[in-house]
Each structure stands twice: as C-alpha cells, then as structure tokens.
C-alpha cells in the first residue's frame, strides 16, 4: 500500500520535522483546543489517521480512551513508544480507516482524523456509514483536512518518503454534501494558515503572534479559504 510505504519511510523523523513548522505548531495548538471542548475523561474516541500518536496522547492524558488506528506500521511502532514513555494506555492498530469494518469497536463518543489523513482516504461515502454505526447518537467528528479552495474536489500528487501519494483535496462543503450529509450536521467549519504559511513563517517569525491571531481571524470568516479545514460533525440521534 503506497500510503503505509512512504510514512513508513519518514515515521523515526515525522515528530522532528513537526517540530520544526511553526504553522504545523499553531495548527496543533488549534486542534488540541478544540479536542479539549468536545471529548471528556471517560469519553471513547477512534483516531483515524493517527500517526505518530500526537493527538492520541494528548486526548489520553485528559483521560479519554483512545483507540488509534493507521496504515503504517512505522508510524504505530513511533505512537507505541511514546505512549509508553509517557505512562498512557492507547489501543493501536495497523489498520486503514478504509477498512474500519473489520474493527470490532462501536458506542463511540468521537472519531478524528487530522493532518490530511483524511486526503488519502478513498471511498468517503462507506467510511462516513461505518462511522455513523459506530458512533453513538450526538457524536462528534472533527476532520481536518487539506482544503481545495473551489466547490470542486482535486487531486495532487504528492511525494512522501520516495513515494507518490495522490491526495484528494476537499472543499469542505462539498465533502460533506457528497459524503457526510446523510447521517450527520455540520456543527462548525474554520480555516487554518489562510494567511500564515511556512514560508511567510521562517521569513518573518517576529511576526507570527499578530499573523496567528488574524489568522484565527480569518479562518472563522472564510472557512473554505485556508490551506486546511477543520469541519466538527455531529451524528444526528
């Protein structure tokens, strides 16, 4: 599977290079907060796409179980190790979300995917119907994901770890019209880096408080504007 090779091939430097993103930084921070309000202690959340575990170990140490799936086997050995370090019980699977129907997991509160996982997903359709049977009613789903910037959907072929990875950019509206409408209602969209990418960044990083906060800003204003989307998506009872 092309998507598993090439994370596999970048899992030991992911969490690094990361590190090294202010914009990737400020992203994080947003999605955490938002976590922070829509999950509890005690809460069952799945991670669709969690890499190497940086909200999985952050909803776990608020006390929420976690289950986390990915493609990648590289990427689930890094998530391991650091739950470990870290004293937190996740329970991981190798497993694309694209087969969520051979987990055996249901009466769940929540389901995430961040960081474009959801870009490299196919067949959103079948994914959103194991997602609504899964889910218990009122649950969330908070995806965040690249963002087309048009009504209509593209795709762009992207190199990770020596592989092409082609990654399905949405408009957010568009998505959940196509994928989500028949079993759940918007709740909340907002852009991120609608006007503070890398670049811009390293460029001027004196700057990056005041771009932050307009970014905040403008993102709430234009929700299908940014590099990426945040769609929060709650199952009708």
Sequence with gaps: ???????????????????????????????????????????????????????????????VQVTALDASPGMMAELKRTATRRGLLIVAHVLPAERLDELDVHDLDGVLSTFAGLNTMDDLPRLAQNLAERLKPHGRVLLHALNARFPHNTIYRVSIGGQIVPHRMHNPFTLWRAAFADHFDIRRVYALSVVTGLTLAKRFPFAMRPLFALDRIMGCVFPAAGDFFVMELEKRG
């Design 1 to 63: 599977m092309t998507v598993a090779r090439a994370y596999d091939a970048i899992a030991r430097e992911y969490d690094a290079h990361l590190a090294g993103d202010p914009v990737a930084g400020y992203m994080r921070m947003r999605l955490h907060e938002h976590l922070a309000r829509l999950f509890h202690p005690g809460d069952h959340v799945l991670d669709l796409s969690a890499g190497t575990g940086a909200d999985a170990c952050y909803l776990a140490e608020l006390g």
